[in-house]
């Protein structure tokens, strides 16, 4: 039996350009590359060098923090790169496809007969434990730690965000399987959380604790939903995994094999033709876009994940490791004359009604990157609650990291979020500051003073 759970606060941005559910072609990838800025409050050692030859699931570095914790190429092929940056800090780990896609090949048990530490050791052991993440603060989840649960959320309500259901529907077998996998991790039953309206595919699944939410954007961030079924108290710990690593810990364990399958949607007003692809984790854009026709002429913005809480990329760029989601938006070069005034442009998304767009009910928005306006001071608007379906305090929140009070940051619900819980927040208020930024900079200093 499911629960159910309606999120009011929040708002949705109708955007034009969502994919169709079809599959489509794609070239491809010829070199792939794992990026360290994706894995926050991971420092990575190498285990490679430029040149030499890897298989698939072979360690390309660890984290220093852990050093359990390996990060495995996606294929098989040569180390052609080690990107570097300021300080040497490590940005790209760059392999080239060879056609002998080599393997390497994991012992597995049945998993009736393993216990949590053979689980644990099989995940670590194959380049599989990355796939979890931990809460508080959104770093890879510890495996010396004992969660209370692990939550899976098969439900986005962000932006032009892919459709769990049709990404998985042909692996139930494997999703399944990793359900039992990720159960031997936890005291009780992982949580599973699916669309209200739309559950039927995830109804089949076994051995599930099953939410049904519906509601406003930010009812699909997994902080949310972990907010309103289990909150997170001082010193505990939630896992989190995406569904579609569930797939692939569900076929690490029915092969043996590290699995880094990956499906994108190709997504935006920019796009033509919006589809989803069957890829790779790592994939190069170039290759992605590769069939992908874009509306104009006009310089784009390219997305990795959704346009509120993902990050800007180049053609020549590769696909974020837990990314589903590419977004193509137009660059908001231009400006508008009188863009003040409610009737100059009806096609923006207002909560606040300055625009006639709330006029047009469902219509889909064209948007692109312009903030229409610059910082400005930080006034008490109620803005900020009103998008926000957590009991804190965003702006004494935002304020108090600012300041570095680290006990107040405790106290108002730093342990709660991650900075994708206040995309929205950026997008709404009018005081136009990046809240994400300063959500990630109170993380940081969290992990810096107290682990």
Not at 70 to 98: C, Q, Y
Not at 108 to 119: G, Q
Not at 247 to 266: C, D, H, P
Not at 403 to 409: G, K, N, S, T, V
Request: contains cysteine; proline residues 5%.
């Amino acid at each position: 039996m499911s629960k159910d759970i309606r999120i009011r606060k929040g708002f949705n941005l109708n955007l034009d350009g969502e994919a169709n559910k079809i599959f489509a072609e794609i070239s491809p990838s010829k070199t792939f590359a794992l990026k360290p800025d994706d894995f926050f409050g991971s420092t990575p050692k190498m285990l490679v060098k430029e040149g030499e030859k890897v298989k698939k699931g072979t360690p390309l570095f660890f984290s220093k923090n852990n050093p359990k914790i390996h990060f495995v190429s996606p294929v098989g092929g040569d180390v052609t790169a080690i990107v570097r940056g300021a300080k040497r800090k490590i940005l790209e780990v760059v392999v080239t496809a060879s056609e002998s896609q080599e393997s390497i090949k994991h012992d597995i048990p049945s998993i009736d007969k393993i216990d949590i530490n053979e689980t644990k050791e099989i995940l670590l052991k194959s380049g599989a434990w990355p796939f979890i993440i931990q809460r508080p603060y959104g770093t890879i989840a510890n495996p010396e730690d004992k969660p209370k649960a692990i939550f899976i959320s098969a439900f986005s309500t962000a932006p032009l965000n892919v459709e769990y259901s049709f990404i998985i529907k042909n692996h139930i077998a494997q999703f399944q399987k990793g359900i039992q996998v990720l159960n031997k991790l936890v005291p009780n039953c992982v949580n599973l959380v699916v669309d209200g309206n739309f559950s039927a595919l995830f109804e089949q699944i076994s051995e599930v604790n099953l939410t049904k939410v519906t509601g406003l954007h930010p009812a699909g961030n997994v902080g949310v939903q972990i907010h309103h079924i289990d909150p997170i108290n001082a010193g505990e710990k939630v896992w989190v995994i995406r569904p579609e690593d569930v797939v692939n810990i569900g076929k690490l364990f029915t092969t043996g094999e590290f699995s880094a399958q990956r499906t994108v949607a190709i997504a935006g007003t920019s796009v033509k033709n919006p589809q989803y692809y069957k890829s790779t984790i790592g994939s190069s854009i170039y290759s992605l876009l590769a069939k992908t026709q874009l509306e104009d002429e006009k310089p784009n913005r390219i997305i990795n994940g959704d346009v509120l809480s993902g990050s800007a990329t180049s053609i020549d760029g590769y696909l974020g490791y837990y990314n589903n989601l590419i977004s193509i938006i137009p660059e908001g070069n231009d400006y508008r004359m009188f863009g003040w005034l409610p009737f100059v442009d009806n096609s923006i998304p207002s909560m606040s009604k300055t625009s006639l767009s709330w006029l047009f009910g469902k219509q889909k928005a064209k948007v692109n990157t312009n903030m229409n306006g610059e910082e400005r001071a930080l006034v008490v608007t109620g803005e900020m609650e009103r998008v926000l379906p957590m009991d804190i305090y965003p702006m004494q929140l935002l304020k108090a990291i600012l300041i570095e009070d680290i006990e107040r940051m405790e106290a108002l619900g730093i342990y709660e979020v991650v900075p994708e819980d206040f995309a929205l927040i950026d997008y709404s208020s009018t005081s136009k500051i990046e809240a994400q930024e300063i959500i990630r900079q109170g993380i940081e200093l969290m992990l810096k003073e107290e682990g």
